[in-house]
T-cell receptor, first 117, second 111 residues
Framework: GAVVSQHPSRVICKSGTSVKIECRSL??????MFWYRQFPKKSLMLMAT?????????EQGVEKDKFLINHASLTLSTLTVTSAHPEDSSFYIC?????????????FGEGSWLTVV | GQQVMQIPQYQHVQEGEDFTTYCNSS?????IQWYKQRPGGHPVFLIQ?????EVKKQKRLTFQFGEAKKNSSLHITATQTTDVGTYFC???????????FGKGTSLLVTP
């Protein structure tokens, strides 16, 4: 079946540094990918919609200059958390919608745990 | 986006008891999806409901979509410890592209 891979699965970074998380669709092309954030015992909150070849669409309240999204190819979207702070520590999950398949199937990555110390 | 409200937030049952989680929306939904997330894991797609009044079954899981397409439920019969996790309903945003998740129901099953 379709697979979405995220890397790294876990990352610890120092406060003030930037960290990049990759989301790859392994066996399908995705013109649209989505980035979610999930705090412990909370729901998934949509951060932004990543569109291949164009600017990402951010949800209200999400700082686009802090959470940089790049969707440079049909199989890769990256989320860069810039100048990370401890409050950015969270579980970040991406999902992708196959370009060639009609319908509402969305595949999720395994998620990336970010800890900012 | 289309907001979905989910209850209860937590449910603790003895193994063998039934479990139900409910999802409601103030607006008509085009469809609704259900996901399961095990502790420490990522959401896994369970099912999608599209038609008014639709009922789908997956072994001990029964999914329903209301006649008005504003509510949905997931019922688990005779829970097992492997059912432990958080169950989310999700509906597409107004743009039709992104999924908005309910707050989820965390199920704990004790032997």
């Amino acid at each position: 079946g379709a697979v979405v891979s995220q890397h790294p699965s876990r990352v610890i970074c120092k406060s003030g540094t930037s960290v990049k998380i990759e989301c790859r669709s392994l066996d399908f092309q995705a013109t649209t990918m989505f980035w979610y954030r999930q705090f412990p015992k909370k729901s998934l909150m949509l951060m932004a919609t990543s569109n291949e070849g164009s600017k990402a669409t951010y949800e209200q309240g999400v700082e686009k200059d802090k959470f940089l999204i790049n969707h440079a190819s049909l199989t890769l979207s990256t989320l860069t958390v810039t100048s990370a702070h401890p409050e950015d520590s969270s579980f970040y999950i991406c999902s992708a919608r196959p370009a060639q398949v009609s319908g509402n199937t969305i595949y999720f990555g395994e998620g990336s745990w970010l800890t900012v110390v | 986006g289309q907001q979905v409200m989910q209850i209860p937030q937590y449910q603790h049952v003895q193994e063998g008891e039934d479990f139900t989680t409910y999802c409601n929306s103030s607006t008509t939904l085009s469809n609704i999806q259900w996901y399961k997330q095990r502790p420490g894991g990522h959401p896994v797609f369970l099912i999608q409901l599209v038609k008014s009044g639709e009922v789908k079954k997956q072994k001990r899981l029964t999914f329903q979509f209301g006649e008005a397409k504003k509510n949905s439920s997931l019922h688990i019969t005779a829970t097992q410890t492997t059912d432990v996790g958080t169950y989310f309903c999700a509906a597409f945003s107004n743009s039709g592209y992104a999924l908005n998740f309910g707050k989820g129901t965390s199920l704990l099953v004790t032997p």
